[in-house]
């Protein structure tokens, strides 16, 4: 039994003697043993939502909208209004629930996929936005900063403006840019400033065109697979390309529980040697340890003990953070789930926010 655990118990105790306010009181206060900061929480500027619907209706075609042309289109769709709110519902939602804090990133399919004037200006604006949520209420949001990888100088401009000016606490990238990876030498210099400024989420989206054909048929290129297989492709793409070697301050996220490469490491490290000729550098490490010491993964969407066990278990408890992957997961599963997790208090209270806070640089409470 921990500190807060005898604490807890005591005030259960003196509830009993005390009676009912109390002892409702006390309950409260036992089930929030854990600061909880969710890492993988969506939301959406004005600005942006005009962008998507400018860009629906003059026709453009691509399976980045077939979601928001629902989620634009459809008469009262919930999940628009939870985008665009930060301060009413999410903020009960979190209070309900015993969420302290939500890191928030401006919700898939990011502005990698506008001209690149408009990616940079809907970039910026969100980011303002983002900060003054943060500004408004410090304890309750952090944030990650967008950034139009199109012209790769002007996102390190942007970069630096965020953290160094807005404060924000880190990036958020939805997965490749017209078919493009981060390992692509133009894109150096965004690695380079992240290594210093800090890590880089890589949040899923459709596979490009040149690629998608055999998942679109069956709907798998959907966040029920195909996103995974997308992320864990640019995530892969960059450890390869030599990036941590040049880079080893370097920290990359990943959520949906490490996007499926967790559970791929002994075949990468059994594979590798066999397959270097096929790589333009070779690598100074095994790919696993890369993955132990550059990338931390996050829960989000993937309320599976079994999962989280084996996570923690390959990766440590230090490399593993909670996400609700908010308004698109519901947020009592997330939560329920995590609050019953299979792990020492120790380690759950690394997932839930030590870790959060020590990664983003995130005060501590
Ligand atoms: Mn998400």
Redesign the pocket.
């Known amino acids: 039994m921990d500190r807060r655990e005898v604490l807890a118990g005591a005030a259960m105790l003196s509830g009993a003697l005390l009676g009912g306010e109390a002892l409702a009181q006390a309950g409260r206060r036992s089930t929030r043993n854990f600061r909880r900061i969710a890492t ?3 939301f959406a500027t004005p600005e942006f939502v005009e962008a998507c619907r400018d860009i629906v209706k003059a026709g453009w075609n691509s399976k980045d909208l077939d979601f928001w042309r629902g989620l634009l289109f459809r008469q009262n769709d919930p999940r628009l209004a939870d985008l665009l709110d930060l301060d009413q519902q999410r903020l009960a939602t979190m209070d309900r629930l015993g969420i302290d804090m939500q890191l928030l ?1 401006l ?2 399919p990011g502005v990698q996929f506008f001209e690149p004037m408009t990616a940079a200006t809907l970039a910026t604006t969100a980011n303002d936005h983002l900060a003054e949520a943060i500004r408004r209420h410090p304890t309750r949001y952090a944030g990650l900063a967008a950034f139009a990888p199109q012209d790769p100088k002007g996102a390190v401009k942007e970069m630096e403006r965020a953290i160094n000016g807005l404060k924000l606490n880190g990036f958020i990238l939805n997965s490749h840019t017209n078919g493009e990876y981060m390992d692509d030498p133009k894109f150096r210099p965004i690695l380079e400033a992240a290594a210093a400024l800090g890590p880089i989420y890589i ?2 989206r459709p596979l490009p065109d040149t690629i998608d054909g055999p998942y679109r048929d069956m709907g798998l290129w959907t966040a029920m697979w195909g996103f995974q297989v997308e992320t864990s492709l640019h995530a892969l793409r960059i450890l390869f390309s030599g990036a941590f070697d040049d880079f080893p301050d370097l920290k990359i996220v990943l ?1 949906h529980m490490g996007e499926g490469i967790p559970y791929w490491l002994y075949r990468l490290d059994y594979m590798y040697p066999k397959m270097e000729r096929m790589f333009t550098r070779k690598l100074k490490k095994k790919p696993s340890e890369y993955v132990k010491s550059n990338f931390i993964i996050t829960t ?2 993937m309320n599976d003990h079994a999962a989280l066990k084996y996570c923690v278990e390959v990766l440590g408890p230090r490399n593993v953070m909670w ?1 609700i ?1 908010y308004p ?2 519901e947020a009592e599963e997330a939560t329920t789930f995590m609050n019953t997790a299979p792990v020492s208090n120790e380690d759950k209270a690394l997932i839930f926010s030590g870790n959060a806070e020590r990664v983003f640089k995130i005060a501590q409470s």
């Open positions: 993988e929480e969506a990133s919700t898939s949040h899923p959520g989000s969407g996400a992957d698109y997961q």
